[in-house]
């Protein structure tokens, strides 16, 4: 009987500079790379511009909008229906799901 693998480290994924060597292809590896981000980067109880989540996530990676669209189609992100406004998510929800309205 075989144990199941130990799930890499996400700094695996970033180079000594601290940025993304690439976004991963695999879901898994790429989902557990996402909840890393969305912990490291953004606070639960804060609300973000789309403006200050780009500016987190260029800091690790010149395609933050790729990032940005994962973490919401994730659940790890909730932004309103007019994509102002930016949560994270406690643990994640359903795919690309809206927040009605951020205070």
């Known amino acids: 009987m075989t144990l199941p693998a130990e799930p890499r480290p996400v ?3 970033f180079s000594t500079d601290g940025r993304l060597k690439a976004i991963p292809r695999r879901p898994a590896r790429r989902e ?3 909840a890393h981000l969305a912990a490291t980067l953004f606070e ?3 609300t973000y511009s789309e403006r200050e989540v780009n500016e987190a996530l260029s800091t690790v990676h010149d395609d933050f ?3 940005r669209r994962y973490l919401v189609t994730g659940g790890l992100l909730s932004r ?3 994509g102002s406004a930016y949560r994270r998510q406690q643990r994640p929800g359903s795919p690309g ?3 009605p309205s951020v205070a």
């Open 65 to 67: 909008p790729a990032l």
């Open 97 to 99: 799901g809206a927040i």
């Open 32 to 34: 557990q790379l996402l």
């Open 44 to 46: 639960p109880a804060r």
């Open 80 to 82: 309103t229906k007019d």
């Open 11 to 13: 700094a695996d994924l």
